[in-house]
């Protein structure tokens, strides 16, 4: 499978896909419309379509019956973001090789691709499985938190911050679920019947950005063709969360800070203050006490936001939690799918227990809902339903080509490259540590400030005694 086309709305992640699928050494054409993806298949035949769902001029059903009726035997892989899964259960049960959640994974793309040129693909239980009605069915929680003691402690702030007008800053990695933790604080409010307004700073061009935070006149710049309400006034009342802060231009920052002390705005070419009463919660992924003392955050407006700051840890910082998270998505894509539950196999539910989760939260959604469609006729998700990047996690966090001992343990030699100096160094320490607590796992893992779970698998694969 050598030739490839590429359907994707951005020209941006056309020419990604192309610079690497073709050091891959295959042959790619690209385009953004779906129409001329059509035409272009009219005139050469292609082993491969890669296509967004989600297409300007049309939709994935429709752009997978326009090219069936070019091409019966094409080979297609449909990626997307937020797709409704039973659209795509539908085209998997037409003869769509594969589905791909963006942003997409190098490693899960390649597999697809060899997958779909080797003749497999996918097939849904979704027939063989009988559909129970949403109605008979108990209502699910909305929202998941934890119960590991670090998830317990950031309810509890929640509890405390949400009641008072406190402008609150929300700091964690990409994914740990900022936003959900920002109306969990909203709902918690005296605010709670106002509207809740999210805004993506990091979509936010440095042009538009003080037109969509505060609105415009008709006829302030070439375009404004009417008088536009700017976010700020869709907050009024409620809550305003403004994600990714730090990406704010400088000008913008300057007008928020007026907003925030004074409780006005003014239009982009406007005369007129406008009063209004909104609470700023914003989000961050970077440390912006830090980046305050830098030219790229004003000092000032950090510490207008900073009357509370509240610190979501990684969802490596607390795996006890990760079981919790696997049964709320399985439960919240049975109901998108309306089907039962799919259940996880044991070897899959440990490769998703020991994985260290970089996307967080969010990733482990994406994970749960893709795996989901790959589930058995049993309703199964096995370890051949999750990506590459999780089922070979082991092999490429600790090297697929060390020595193991009879048992498939690794084992650690006297090698003098990187990988085998920090693998004894980290044996000497577990091993270290061990001896002094005298052979407390419990306590072991708490020295080592690292998970119960964690630690096993770390003395199996160090092959130290346990």
Same mark, same amino acid.
């Given at each position: ?28 054409? +690209?385009?953004? %419309? ?51 899964? #039973? ?68 309810? =509890? ?8 007008? &406190? ?6 990695? +990409? ?46 710049? +070439? ?7 700017? &976010? &700020? ?54 440390? *912006? ?9 004003? =000092? ?13 840890? @990684? ?14 998505? *399985? ?14 196999? #044991? ?6 227990? =020991? ?21 058995? @006729? ?9 990506? @590459? ?16 001992? @009879? ?33 407390? #796992?419990? #306590? ?9 779970? +964690?630690?096993?698998?770390?003395? %199996? ?6």
């Amino acid at each position: 499978m050598k030739h490839v086309l590429v359907v994707d709305n951005q020209i941006s992640n056309c020419e990604l896909l192309s610079k690497f699928l073709t050091k891959k050494n295959y042959t790619v054409a +690209t385009t953004t %419309k779906g129409n001329h993806a059509l035409q272009m298949l009219q005139q050469k035949k292609y082993d491969l379509i890669l296509a967004e769902y989600s297409l300007p001029d049309t939709t994935g059903n429709i752009f997978f019956d326009e090219v069936q009726k070019i091409n019966p035997t094409a080979n297609m892989i449909l990626m997307g973001k937020e797709v409704n899964l #039973k659209n795509v259960v539908s085209l998997i049960q037409k003869g769509a090789k594969n589905f791909i959640s963006k942003p997409l994974n190098p490693d899960e793309l390649l597999d697809a691709i060899r997958e779909a040129g080797n003749g497999t693909n996918y097939k849904s239980p979704i027939d063989s499985t009988p559909i129970q009605k949403a109605k008979d069915r108990p209502k699910a929680p909305e929202r998941v938190t934890g119960k590991s003691k670090k998830a317990r402690a950031i309810i =509890e702030q929640v509890e405390r911050v949400g009641p008072t007008n &406190f402008t609150v800053i929300i700091q964690g990695e +990409t994914g740990t679920g900022k936003e959900s933790l920002a109306r969990l604080i909203h709902q918690k409010s005296m605010r709670k019947d106002g509207p809740f307004v999210a805004v993506d700073c990091g979509c936010l061009s440095r042009e538009l950005a003080g037109s969509e935070l505060f609105g415009h006149e008709k006829g302030a710049f +070439t375009g404004a063709v009417f008088q536009k309400a700017g &976010f &700020f006034e869709q907050a009024n009342g409620g809550t305003i969360f403004l994600d990714e802060i730090a990406n704010l231009p400088m000008d913008i920052q300057i007008a928020l800070l007026r907003a925030l002390q004074e409780k006005v705005i003014r239009k982009i070419g406007g005369t007129k203050e406008i009063s209004v009463d909104v609470r700023i919660i914003a989000a961050t992924n970077e440390n *912006l006490s830090q980046k305050s003392e830098t030219a790229n955050f004003r =000092e000032d407006l950090y510490f207008r936001l900073c009357e509370y700051t509240l610190d979501v840890p @990684s969802l490596r910082e607390r795996p006890e939690d990760i079981p919790m998270f696997i049964d709320f998505f *399985l439960e919240e894509t049975s109901r998108e799918l309306g089907r039962p539950k799919a259940k996880v196999c #044991k070897e899959a539910n440990a490769l998703l227990e =020991e994985y260290d989760w970089p996307g967080n939260i969010r990733e482990l959604r994406n994970v749960i809902r893709r795996s989901t469609l790959f589930a058995d @006729s049993e309703n199964i998700i096995r370890k051949d339903c999750l990506p @590459s990047r999780i089922s070979n996690y082991k092999n490429s966090l600790y090297g697929s080509d060390e020595p193991t001992d @009879s048992k498939g343990f690794l084992s650690v030699t006297n090698k003098g490259d990187l990988k085998s100096t920090a693998l004894k160094a980290e044996s000497k320490r577990i091993m270290e540590v061990l001896e002094k607590v005298r052979y407390n #796992k419990t #306590k072991a893992a708490e020295v080592l400030n690292i998970h119960r779970k +964690t630690l096993y698998v770390k003395l %199996k694969l160090l092959n130290i005694p346990c």
